[in-house]
């Protein structure tokens, strides 16, 4: 029985994939809260905003979309390498978290260090290694010269057009429709509909709020399951010691080898890992290597797992 725990709590996430997204204007789906108005916004705000989303010319250099990292057929994620891959192929510190109900997080990105999903969207369109733009106003400038765009903006947001505050709101409105929910584990913990779910998920669902201690931070409440605690943890996987001192062959020329002291020439790693997760935006001891719990909605499409 030990054995196959496991297997059971892998059926029962597996089981999370099962629920279609919905729209936002749509009643509250069977598991999931309501949509805050002020987010869901209008359908006209709604198509720019999934326009803005999957638009490339967003990047600096025309080549990256909010959709190349987060791939809606991986789960709103990227699932192709443990890494997101940015601007000019750098990699990045971290992969894409799932956006499937990003609207219900408190606490975005995965050190929580935005809560606001408008103003998150700048967070990645200024980042130089992401979509490597240079401020605020270049973006807005290019996107009131497309002629494209002038009909769209006019639309959602009469008489303001193209701005920082109506791009982040769009984009927001458009990720309000990524949602989870509804799914045959709703319809059996939610609905009554015990059939839903087989044997192996419902034992499964018990580890899951029971023994292995998963729901104490992936949490399931009495009429909604978000999954989350909305809180950051040190579970420990942010640290990885790589240090690598030593003397080492190195081909210093064509066919010349020397035993080189590799902390000599600056060749090891000795220091901590530079990524201390939520410490970077509070400088508070606690939270070094802390991260903020990820939903489970949709998680069979979103490997790999954890922020690395």
């Not at 956006?99 to 219900?104: D, G, P, R, S």
Request: one cysteine or more; hydrophobic letters at 45%; a neutral charge.
């Amino acid at each position: 029985m030990r054995r196959a725990a496991p297997a059971f709590l892998a059926l029962f996430l597996a089981l999370m994939l099962f629920a279609a997204p919905a729209g936002a204007q749509e009643p509250p789906r069977l598991g999931l809260p309501p949509v805050p108005a002020t987010v869901a916004g209008t359908p006209a705000m709604r198509r720019l905003g999934e326009k803005l989303f999957f638009d490339r010319s967003l990047s600096a250099n025309g080549t990256l979309s909010c959709a190349m990292c987060h791939i809606p057929a991986q789960g709103f994620a990227s699932n192709q390498s443990a890494l997101s891959i940015g601007m000019e192929g750098r990699s990045l510190r971290r992969n894409a978290p799932s956006l499937y109900n990003v609207v219900f997080k408190n606490f975005l990105f995965h050190d929580g260090r935005e809560t606001d999903l408008a103003a998150q969207v700048w967070g990645p369109l200024l980042a130089a290694d992401e979509m490597g733009n240079s401020g605020i106003g270049p973006l807005i400038a290019r996107l009131r010269a497309d002629a494209d765009y002038g009909p769209l903006f006019e639309a959602a947001f009469p008489g303001e057009g193209a701005t920082m505050m109506t791009l982040g709101r769009a984009i927001a409105a458009y990720e309000a429709t990524l949602l989870r929910g509804g799914g045959r584990f709703d319809r059996a913990v939610y609905g009554g509909e015990r059939a839903a779910l087989t044997t192996q998920e419902w034992k499964g669902y018990e580890l899951f709020i029971g023994k292995a201690g998963c729901a104490a931070c992936h949490l399931i409440g009495a009429e909604t399951a978000l999954f989350t605690d909305q809180s950051w943890h040190n579970t420990g996987v942010g640290f990885r010691s790589e240090a690598t001192g030593g003397k080492r062959k190195v081909q210093l020329a064509p066919g010349v080898f020397e035993n080189v002291d590799l902390v000599a020439v600056g060749l090891a790693q000795t220091g901590a890992p530079s990524d201390v997760g939520r410490f970077e935006i509070t400088n508070a001891p606690a939270d070094r290597w802390a991260y903020t719990t990820p939903m489970l909605r949709g998680v069979s499409e979103s490997s790999p797992y954890m922020h690395d």
